[in-house]
């Protein structure tokens, strides 16, 4: 099979292809094709699948470099990384954000199927290990929930310490105590939207990302409430948060199982909210997987690597 692919910008043609044409070199080593560049058009040949991945990553390269002003070596490598599990553009669900990327997309079958769970449930739990777009997700579908005018307030939290959630002992104000534990969520928001929209919108109190323990006796309506690092909350905080949940709200709750701060022999809540509410139709669960992994292709080897070492522990006791 043949194809040919027009440039958007023949001026960006040395960013695109990369030094020496680095950048079509990875692709053809890596996808198994034939590539040919000229006048600001790429010939692509293969076999049908393999030419039409390469062609759908090209276009991806392509509104990356527009979009960013740069494509690097590393920003290949994870576009790559994602198309080894890449879902159909064409059939997957998009949502629309505040920032400069306009839309974000799922990369993989699973967090296709994640954003469908949202979409559909007032209550979904999400597993999966780090990487995995849980929590990236979850902010994306409140983001845009919140920019459609679907709901008035973004609530995100998180365990701040362990399961205790001991902040008295940390130096600083509670502003200081808290920050570095909701860091990644803040992170999350900053992708999404401009510092200073995110900033007057949290003046406004229309997000708020705060410690879990922080919304004890509080009934939340028509928001998105995110709980992340989930896996590290007790029976009793689970409870908690399950019960805020108010009228015309969506409650997204987050964590990776294998990974918890408790104490030894106590139970994660939200292992335990599962097996407890598995039988109730109405609440969605997903389950994302190591093939989910959309981080740094590292991130995926490295997870793999830990599974295994576990698994030959576990075999010799």
Partial sequence: MEVKIQLESDAQRLELFGQAD??????????????????????????????????????????????????????VDELLSQTVHQVDRENSDVIEVYSHKGIIEPFTKGQLVYLQTMSRNDLTFCI???????????VAMAVSMLKRKHIRKIVLARPAVEAG????????????????????????????????????????????????????????????????????TSRSQMLMFLTRLGRGSKMIITGDITQTDLAPGEKSGMVEAVETLRHIPSIGFVTLEKCDIVRHRLVHQIVQAYDEKKQKETGHR
């Fill in 165 to 232: 959630e001991r902040l008295g002992f940390l130096p600083g104000d509670l502003q200081a105590k808290v920050n570095p534990y909701l860091r990644p969520l803040f992170d999350s928001l900053e992708d999404m939207m401009d510092f200073g929209q995110m900033q007057k919108f949290m003046e406004m109190d229309i997000i708020e990302v705060i410690p879990l323990a922080f919304m004890r006796g509080r009934t939340l309506n028509e928001a998105v409430v995110i709980c992340d690092e989930a896996q590290n």
């Fill in 22 to 75: 680095l950048h079509l070199r990875r692709l053809r080593d890596t996808l198994g094709v034939k590539i040919s560049a000229r006048d600001g058009t790429v010939l692509v040949c293969g076999e049908a699948s393999a030419v039409q991945t390469t062609a759908d990553l090209i276009d991806r390269m392509q509104r990356r470099l527009i979009q960013r002003g740069r494509l690097s070596p590393g920003d």
């Fill in 128 to 138: 999966g290990p780090a990487g995995t777009g849980k929590t990236y997700l979850a």
